[in-house]
Structures are given as C-alpha cells and as structure tokens.
C-alpha cells in the first residue's frame, strides 16, 4: 500500500541555519503531497502542497518539489527562524482509489530551532 | 471565516465507557475526515464523510464509528474504550473529496484511564 518515509528527529538547528527533512513515498499512480506542520498544543496547519510531478510548492520560505523520478518530497528552508520549531508530517493523498481526501502521513520530524 | 472547531478539547473516560467527539466544519465546507494521533502509532486515518456518506474508512475496529449530518457535521463514537484508544482526534474538513486542500481542527484529546 502507499506510505511516506520522512527521517527522524529530533533535527537541532542554530538560527538562520539551512534546513532540509527528507520525505520519500511509495504510492500507485500519481498522488498529491504535502506538508505539514503541528506547534505544540494544536492541530496540524497545511504548509505548502504539489500535485503533479516537477511542481514546487512554496510558503513562509519553505519549499519542496515534487520529484517522481525519486519519489520524493524533501522540506527546505533557507534560513530557519526560532519561531520555525515544530513538528512537520510529510504526507500524500493518493489517488488510485477513486476520490478521496485520506492522508497517509510520515512519523513526523521534531524541529528544535535555537537562538 | 471560522475555522474547524472541535469539542471537546479534553475529556477523561473510563475503561468500558463510550464517548462521543463533534467537530463542525468551515462553513460551505462539505467533507469531513477524522485521524487518531499516538505516539506510538503517529497520525492514522479513522474515516472520512462527504455528503452525509461515508466515503471511506481506515483499519480500526468496529468500536469506531462516525456520522455526518446534513449541515455536515460530524461526530465519531468509540464504544467500550480500551486504555489504547488514548489519543489526539484530530478532524479536518475541505470543500469537496478527492485531493481537495483540507483544514485541521485543534483536536480533541482523550485519555482513559
């Protein structure tokens, strides 16, 4: 079945340090992926998005891109903010089922950022 | 525009007992999910609902079951509660079902002791 493979954490940064988490998946046909972020006490918020293949999906400075021939999804940001610590789930949303909004989720990576 | 909105926030059960979670959508929204977050099994797809019907649903038990309402609503019952079904609820709703960009509540944290 489809699933997603983000690596562990905890990831521990200096501020205005680079930043990558690694995602990869395994899915039939061509899904959609996201990520995620979670801050303590709350729910998750969407951070950025892509649908099809080469498509980068961007917000707050985060970027990743869609690479099919790697099946991946990899998070990075330039220059990480104390403000950028959190969890982030890499997920997918896959299509081989007919319509459906289900998420298969990565484990989650822990981002410490410090000042 | 409101966002999701789930109640309660926390709630304590006991062992054998049945609890009911609500979460109600963005406004026009029409699709709700719902997911379980643990520890130690990380974030898993309970079910989700789109127009009143259940449009698919995740491997848990029988215990867990949902319904949604015409003003798309919904709520989820787990019955004899199980020390294991400790955990994070969390309810995300979008406009329409298939791959559309959906909206997290705060969730609902159960323990049951």
């Known amino acids: 079945g489809d699933s997603v493979t983000q690596m562990e954490g905890p990831v521990t940064l200096s501020e205005e340090a680079c930043l990558t988490i690694n995602c990869t998946y395994t899915a039939t046909g061509y899904p959609s992926l996201f990520w995620y972020v979670q801050y303590p006490g709350e729910g998750l918020q969407l951070l950025l998005k892509a649908t099809k293949a080469d498509d980068k999906g961007s917000n707050k400075g985060f970027e990743a891109t869609y690479r099919k021939e790697t099946t991946s999804f990899h998070l990075e940001k330039g220059s990480v903010q104390v403000s950028d610590s959190a969890v982030y789930f890499c997920?997918?949303?896959?299509?081989?089922?007919?319509?459906?909004?289900?998420?298969?989720f990565g484990t989650g990576t822990l981002l410490a950022v410090q000042p | 525009k409101a966002g999701v909105t789930q109640t309660p926030r926390y709630l304590i059960k006991t062992r054998g007992q049945q609890v009911t979670l609500s979460c109600s959508p963005i406004?026009?929204?029409?699709?709700v999910s719902w997911y379980q977050q643990t520890p130690g099994q990380g974030l898993q797809f309970l079910f989700e609902y789109f127009s009143e019907t259940q449009r698919n649903k995740g491997n848990f038990p029988g215990r867990f079951s949902g319904r949604q309402f015409s003003n798309s609503r919904s709520e989820m019952n787990v019955s004899t509660l199980e020390l294991g079904d400790s955990a994070l609820y969390l309810c995300?709703?979008?406009?329409?079902?298939?791959?559309?960009?959906?909206?997290f509540g705060p969730g609902t944290r159960l323990t049951v002791t």
């Open positions: 995300a709703s979008s406009l329409q079902i298939g791959g559309d960009e959906q909206y």
């Open positions: 997920a997918l949303s896959g299509r081989g089922g007919g319509a459906t909004n289900k998420l298969i």
């Open positions: 406004s026009g929204h029409r699709s």
